[in-house]
């Protein structure tokens, strides 16, 4: 069966929240790490496919070559439409690269114009009059503003995008959107007709999502959040199972946290007054030679062999500020991400079957280190965090690959308890 649907997600876990809202339409969804080659197999029966990428904050040049190829990739396999899946708080450099990929991978499509949303309504993120919110604040207000690579200081999407194109940008508003798919039909037939590119559209509800979602199908290039490949997936009709895989129910369980996220911080607290094993990582250490890993491989094995434990490298704004500033921004990250992923391939190496991950860049570091290439979507813990199930590389292990902002404070206990 070839693929009914495409996405190129320019994080890890921005590709996973992508192929579970795929997966909440009714799709059988399989996701991709890394760029995909001819050799890069997909599970059996799949509807859709995402393509997770690291091109979020990588020179625009890049993040354009890797989003072609996969492009390229999906096309061969059947996908007719591709959805560029970029954060909810449309976080990227000044200049990209959302405009770069986007204009791209329009360009290699043929395609004269595309609609932008990057709500997702279940985590708080809504579009209304062309500027994002976080709940009830403006994103440039919230406390999401403070990202550690790209800190987002403004909230209009079309102020935003337009440093990043030189094409016109525009908006379908709400009160268009609320009169339904013809009318945002209409809206973007009007915009294409005016030599308009790119539309942002308003989106308060998930409602308002599948409006887009049905007005948008045959827009070669469609580009948001996981709010609006849930939108469009409702749109396609389901040929694969219905229920998504079981829960992971066998292995030791560990958590590795990179991210920096308040509600990443939130959770590792949760775990750590809940009396579980929790081991914070010396990333200054580790920089000038001090064998951290083996550190904590050696603490990892002294705990309860019945206990999920903790592993993290994540600190409060000022920690991280402090360690950037010896290290410089680059740096820190690449130590972090040594960090994880070389312990990430010791505690599978160890009994490890059932692994949460916190963090795109972290995600990235653990999938890259484990080798694994594809996993099929399973049951959510939270909205936009599912276990996924490795295909080929590491067979019956299972991930859940968390965005740092993603998931309730008690996230961690949880989604392991489930599953014991």
């Known amino acids: 069966m070839t693929l009914r649907i495409g996405c190129i997600a320019d994080d890890f876990t921005g590709g996973t929240d992508a192929a579970a809202a795929f997966r909440r339409a009714g799709l059988r969804t399989a996701l991709v790490f890394g760029t995909p080659d001819d050799t890069t197999a997909l599970p059996a029966d799949c509807d859709a496919a995402v393509v997770a990428l690291k ?36 976080d990227s450099t000044p200049r990209g690269n959302i405009g770069p990929v986007t204009d791209a991978l329009m360009d290699a499509a043929g395609a004269a114009l595309t609609l932008h949303c990057p709500a997702s309504p279940p985590n708080g993120r809504t579009v209304y009059q062309g500027h994002l919110f976080v709940h ?79 007005a948008a199908l045959e827009l070669p290039v469609i580009a ?74 050696a603490w990892y094995d002294a705990q309860d062999p019945e206990l999920p434990v903790l592993i993290y490298a994540s600190a409060s704004p000022e920690e991280l500020a402090a360690v950037q500033a010896q290290l410089g921004v680059a740096e820190a990250a690449a130590q972090v991400e040594e960090l994880l992923g070389t312990l990430a391939s010791h505690l599978v190496a160890r009994g490890v079957r059932r692994l949460l991950v916190a963090g795109g860049e972290t995600s990235g570091a653990v999938t890259t280190a484990l080798g694994v290439r594809a996993v099929l979507v399973g049951h959510e813990a939270d909205p936009g965090v599912p276990w996924t199930y490795a295909t080929t590389e590491h067979s019956g292990l299972a991930l859940m690959l968390k965005s740092g902002n993603f998931g309730a404070p008690d996230l961690f206990i949880r989604a392991l308890r489930e599953t014991k």
């Open 224 to 297: 948001g959040a996981a709010g609006l490949a849930e939108g469009i997936g409702h749109a396609y009709p389901a040929t694969g199972p219905a229920a998504a895989e079981p829960l992971p129910c066998e292995g030791r369980a560990a958590v590795l946290a990179g991210s920096c996220s308040a509600r990443t911080l939130e959770q590792i607290a949760q775990f750590y007054a809940a009396g579980l094993p929790s081991l914070h990582l010396d990333v200054l250490a580790a920089a000038i030679g001090r064998d951290v890993t083996g550190e904590a491989l």
């Open 136 to 214: 009830d604040q403006l994103l440039s207000d919230s406390p999401l503003r403070h990202h550690p690579l790209n800190p987002m200081a403004d909230s209009s999407l079309r102020r935003l995008l337009s440093a990043q194109t030189r094409h016109p940008v525009a908006l379908i508003d709400w009160t268009t959107v609320r009169r339904g798919v013809e009318a945002v039909r209409d809206a973007l037939v009007a915009h294409r007709q005016a030599g308009v590119r790119h539309v942002v559209a308003d989106a308060l509800t998930d409602d308002d999502l599948a409006v887009l979602g049905a």
């Open 55 to 90: 091109s979020r904050s990588t020179p625009a040049h890049e993040a354009v070559a890797d989003s072609l190829a996969a492009q390229r990739w999906l096309w061969a396999r059947g996908a007719a439409q591709v959805h560029f899946k970029y954060c909810s708080t449309f």
